[in-house]
């Protein structure tokens, strides 16, 4: 692959590498030029364009991260649409996602332009989630490097996820009069909460005094219903003596391991009766927050029975104080009021609308005002987003503005003007969240050209984001292809303070590290309409 400068002229079959605006037509990058492009950059004077050329055998990014991606044949795992030579891959079902680090590291040491990145080993992930994502960096790789990767990547074990296994759980918890009976209750409850994800269930429960032979006596009367059994003592363990570990052994099974190398949860004991697994738990397992019991119950609910040396080997990443790794389970009823996660609506009504021009010279139609079921388009949108459950809904408007804004009367809409519309979307994302009132938990990012999104799919998006805990991107999806609108948690509203030019929540999400939920609203995420055809399809009647 050649990259650089060329003149105008001989970029017909180029790939752009950066985005260029040419009059009118904004032509992205990635875009392969043909006759027409060139005549429109040399009409507007454009002498010189940066392009890679494609050299025989070289493959470009998006076919190269698809073939990439049907390589890669895991169970449970599937790959969305290549994109900017990005294929994002996602769980189908909840589980433990495994990946391989040193065949991962191999794969990203074929060629510093084919890149591999994943969730962490054994984290345990939800369906929908992105776990891992292919991305070729520049424009172009050669085929003899896509061959090489492909090889690696297509040997079994590179990446796996296990599904959860349904599974009953017994909890034997102990009693002294120090402990409250609300406090057991609330632990009865959130171990409950944690077995959700793989639709096990709390089979039998015993509370019994703080003492080996009551608590083996438990174990023993219910380890014939259950699939795993979890001890919760009423005082720290402290020893491989202590009450939960020798009650394991006097139930006839044997301690396996005491301790982890993760805090919170040191104090776990890991032990086993006949073929059921019996979890000592730490006291941190009391909280919802991340911790060590969780990293074990994950594996042993996935079908992993994990082994001292396993345990032992815990400790880099083991440090979770301070460094929660994803929303904390909530228990139901409990914990955050979704009431206390407002959401409210900015829709995005700044722009030009610059291809509804087409091939006129002529001040087109804006899409905005184009009328469905006699509604202009800006208006229908306001609406649907009134309708829902958002807090409150404003819209940011630019080019046109006052018509925007006059099209919007009547309704409870705050109106933000953005003079600097013509920077492109980031300032107008600036302005919305700019806008937000201090107590919102999350800005759901609308834009205004799509009519096929009712309130319901709002609610959905809203619903979503409450349900975890208002601590994660929740995004509009079509199957496996990721639309709009976005919700972005009051976490993520710094860096939407520092972008700048033609970019919008996409950059957000996939720097914020932050975990991101797709959820489903059909083709509603997916259907725009930046031309006059697309308004036409769409139902729309355009007006100038």
């Known amino acids: 692959m050649k990259f650089g400068p060329v003149s105008t002229a001989q970029a017909v079959g180029c790939v752009l590498a950066h985005s260029l605006v040419a009059g009118k037509v904004r032509l992205k990058k990635g875009r392969v030029l043909d006759t027409e492009d060139v005549a429109v950059l040399e009409g507007e004077h454009i002498e010189e364009v940066v392009v890679a050329c494609l050299e025989p055998g070289d493959i470009g990014e998006d076919r190269a991260a698809e073939a990439l991606a049907e390589a890669l044949d895991v169970p449970q795992i ?51 989630e992105m776990v891992a994502t ?17 090889d690696v990547i297509s040997k079994p074990g590179i990446l796996a996820l296990r599904p959860f296994q349904r599974a009953r759980v017994g909890l034997v918890a102990t009693t002294l009069p120090s402990l409250k009976q609300s406090v057991m209750d609330k632990t009865a409850r959130l171990l409950q909460t944690r077995l959700d994800a ?39 363990i402290v020893d491989g003596e202590d009450v939960i570990p020798a009650a394991i052994k006097l139930a006839g099974g044997a301690v396996d391991h005491v301790g982890m190398p993760v805090d919170p949860g040191n104090l776990l004991v890991l032990g086993h009766v006949g073929p059921v697994p019996v979890i000592g738990a730490p006291g941190c397992a009391r909280s919802p927050k991340e911790n060590g019991f969780d990293w074990v119950l994950a594996r042993i609910l996935a079908g992993e029975t994990p082994s001292p040396e396993t345990i032992m080997s815990m400790g ?13 389970p909530r228990l139901k009823g409990e914990g955050v009021d979704k009431a206390d996660l407002p959401v409210e609506i900015v829709v995005l009504a700044a ?72 920077e492109g979307m980031a300032s107008s994302l600036r302005r919305g969240v700019a806008s937000l009132n201090e107590r919102s938990a999350g800005a759901l990012i609308m834009l205004a050209d799509m009519p096929a999104v009712e309130a319901s799919h709002l609610d959905t998006l809203i619903s979503a984001f409450q349900n975890v805990g208002g601590e994660a991107v929740v995004r509009a999806a079509s199957g496996q292809v990721r639309g709009n609108p976005v919700i972005l948690p009051r976490s993520a509203f710094d860096a939407v303070m520092r972008l700048e030019g033609d970019t919008g929540a996409r950059q957000i999400i996939a720097a914020s590290g932050l975990r991101v939920v797709d959820v489903d609203i059909g083709d509603a995420a997916l259907v725009d309409v930046d031309t006059r055809q697309a308004v036409i399809e769409a139902g729309g009647v355009l007006r100038n």
């Open 78 to 128: 599937r790959a969305g649409r290549a994109a900017t030579g990005r294929v994002n891959l996602f769980a189908d079902t909840n589980g433990l996602f495994r990946a391989d680090a040193e065949m991962v590291n191999r794969f990203n040491r074929i060629d510093p332009a084919i890149t591999l990145a994943t969730v962490a080993d054994h984290s345990q992930v939800s369906a929908g």
């Open 134 to 150: 292919i991305k070729i960096i520049p424009l172009a790789v050669s085929g003899q490097s896509l061959n090489a990767a492909q």
């Open 198 to 236: 793989s639709g096990s269930v709390l089979a039998a429960e015993k509370r019994v005094r703080h003492d080996a032979a009551a608590v083996a006596d438990a174990v023993s009367k219910i380890k014939s219903e259950c699939d795993v059994i979890v001890a919760f003592g009423a005082s720290a």
């Open 316 to 328: 880099v990443g083991g440090l979770l104080k301070e460094i929660p790794t994803r929303p904390q």
């Open 351 to 422: 722009g030009r609308a610059s291809r509804m021009a087409g091939a006129s010279k002529e001040d087109p139609p804006h899409k905005l005002l184009a009328e469905f079921d006699g509604v202009p388009l800006l208006r229908k949108s306001c609406q649907a987003a009134l309708a829902s459950k958002a807090s409150a809904v404003t819209a940011i408007v630019g080019y046109r503005g006052e018509e925007m804004s006059s099209v919007l009367d009547g309704l409870e809409v705050t109106v933000v003007d953005n003079p600097d519309f013509e």
